[in-house]
């Protein structure tokens, strides 16, 4: 009896370690990232990589997806990601796989390191290591992070020690694995580093591979000016430059996307590494705090309540909001004084609950105050922080530079979900939607661009950018991140209005050669990998 037991045990056995591949996806139009035609084809997995392509015949797998009327591709790169805490919160990043998205790639203006709670990049990578992350992670250093640590929350000129000092971060999170260095200079401490600061900056990051990411100062009046620094930064540091969500966020200048990109094209042909990326909605999000002056913010949130109730302050404070300061990006103006072009997002203060999604001209009425008396009012009650999607830039300058070949796509969303401590408040749809809308309305109904340029613009643009180059192709070798979706029906559910629903049409989604989305469902597979920058040291 027990020689019969063994012998079906091996058998079994063998016939399990028969199988070709762990996973095998059949007939699928396969779009390989590269913006190539497509073709139909099959897809083989074993041991997180891809192994083959193309017919595989009689070939058999642990599991075998049937992709008939389906499209396989790489899985989406998103270049712009705040889910730098939300990860920390859920690591399944529902609303980001439930698109197609494999890898984010985060650290805009402020990084998780160095902070207190993660000194260093290592420290951070052993959080998410802990919890688990359905998707790939990878992050630049901010040079807002580094330069508050420094120089503290205050405008003026770094010292020489400071800017060492900053130096040996940079260096510290370039060999953590960092993928460059970022910024939010429209934003605190932003505004306040220099030019030949951020030059200082860059060349550190360049020194190790890798790149200058930049949300530049003005997206409005001066865009233009704001362009040419980043283009600037990028010559004298002699390092790539991706110019984070290209927009010309003030209807002033609405119409001159095409001259904007003419500049870009100019420092391209002479010999500047700069390239771009979009997403595909014309409304931004920010904070209802971005309207106040940076004088008025420095020193932080307490310094800031002190400016807003001093009335001898309050004649300055409006002047300034009314007509803006130079080289600041004034939200106010850029969506023309409209109150009505603000949502806010949510607010901290369960007084403020009901307004939560409202537009602010219907929370000024309800309030009924002077809107900027309103306004001070909300930032003094709500912690000094109300998140605000800004209605501020047009969709035919959206669709130019989604056009241009060497703007690719980042969503600037996050991961969250429909239910849960990341379901509340109003965000922008774009944390559920900017992948499906892309290939919905924008390839599918509207045929602004074809399929295989969209895909390649998600995923081997966006690798390529950060010296990644084990991902974003269908390519024996490459890390087997897969999505694969319905080109009849993939599409954006989020509205402004009711932005917390998934977007439908991904079927499956594989990351690291294991199944994430599974017909339509999260499987609670967390096969997430960091994506470490070329500087990394062991």
């Known amino acids: 009896m027990k020689s019969k037991l063994a ?18 996806i059949r007939n699928g139009k396969i779009v390989d990232g ?9 897809l083989a997995i074993r041991g997180g990589k891809i192994v083959a392509l193309g017919k595989l015949p009689h070939k058999t797998a642990t599991r075998t997806i049937d992709a008939a009327g389906l499209v396989i591709a790489p899985g989406f790169i998103d270049m712009h990601n705040h889910s730098d805490d939300t990860v920390l919160v859920d690591g399944d990043a529902m609303s980001m796989i439930t698109q197609g998205v494999t890898s984010m790639i985060l650290g805009e203006g402020n990084s998780q390191a160095p902070t207190k709670r993660f000194p260093r990049f290592r420290d951070y990578w052993a959080a998410l290591a802990k919890g688990g992350v359905s998707t790939n992670i990878g992050s630049y250093i901010a040079s807002g992070s580094v330069f508050e640590s ?15 000092d900053m130096r040996r971060m940079i260096r510290e999170g370039m060999e953590d694995g960092a993928l460059g260095v970022s910024t939010c200079l429209m934003c605190l401490p932003g505004f306040w580093i220099s030019t030949d600061e951020l030059v200082e900056m860059a ?8 790149i200058y990411s930049s949300h530049t100062r003005d997206e409005g009046p001066t865009v233009f000016k704001a362009i040419s620094e980043a283009i600037e930064i990028g010559r004298r540091a002699n390092v790539p430059v991706d110019l984070l ?20 094209q100019n420092a391209r042909n002479q010999g500047v590494d700069v390239q771009a990326h979009v997403y595909p909605y014309t409304a931004g999000q920010n904070n209802l705090r971005s309207i106040i002056p940076p004088w008025a913010q420095e020193g932080g949130t307490e310094e800031m309540f002190k400016r807003l109730r001093n009335i001898s302050l309050r004649d300055r404070l409006v002047r300034d909001i009314e007509n803006g300061i130079d080289g600041w990006y004034d939200h106010y103006t850029a969506v023309g004084k409209d109150w009505s072009r603000m949502q806010p997002v949510s607010f901290s203060n369960a007084a403020y609950k009901k307004y939560d999604g409202k537009r602010m001209d219907v929370i000024i009425a309800d309030m009924k105050k002077p ?3 309103a306004l001070f009012l909300i930032l003094l009650d709500n912690n000094g922080s109300v998140p605000t999607v800004y209605f501020h830039h047009s969709e035919n ?23 849960g401590p990341l379901s509340q408040g109003f965000p922008h749809p774009r944390s559920y939607g900017t992948y499906p809308r892309i290939l919905g309305r924008y390839v599918r109904e509207e045929k602004v661009i074809t399929l295989e340029e969209a895909v390649r613009k998600a995923t081997s643009h ?42 439908v049409g991904v079927e499956y989604v594989i990351v690291n050669g294991k199944l994430v989305i599974d017909g339509g469902k999260h499987t609670g597979a967390r096969p997430g990998k960091v994506l470490y920058g070329p500087g990394l040291r062991d």
């Open 7 to 24: 012998l079906v045990l091996i058998v079994t056995a063998g016939c399990l370690s028969a199988q070709d591949y762990d996973i095998l």
């Open 34 to 42: 590269t913006g190539d035609p497509s073709f139909h084809g099959d």
């Open 150 to 164: 420094a120089h503290g929350m205050k405008s003026g000129p770094a010292t020489p020690a400071e800017m060492e």
């Open 203 to 210: 060349k550190v990051a360049g020194e190790y591979g890798g």
């Open 245 to 264: 969500h290209l927009k010309i966020a003030y209807e002033g200048l609405w119409g001159q996307m095409p001259e904007l990109i003419g500049v870009i």
């Open 371 to 373: 809107p900027l008396e």
């Open 397 to 419: 300058d959206m669709r130019f530079a989604m056009q241009t070949p060497w703007v690719s796509f980042g969503s600037d969303g996050m991961a969250l979900r429909t239910d």
């Open 462 to 503: 966006n690798a390529a950018k950060v010296r990644i180059f084990d991902r974003g192709l269908l390519r024996p070798g490459m890390w087997a991140d897969v999505t694969v979706f319905n080109p009849d029906t993939i599409i954006d559910k989020a509205t402004y209005d009711n932005p917390h629903q998934y977007s």
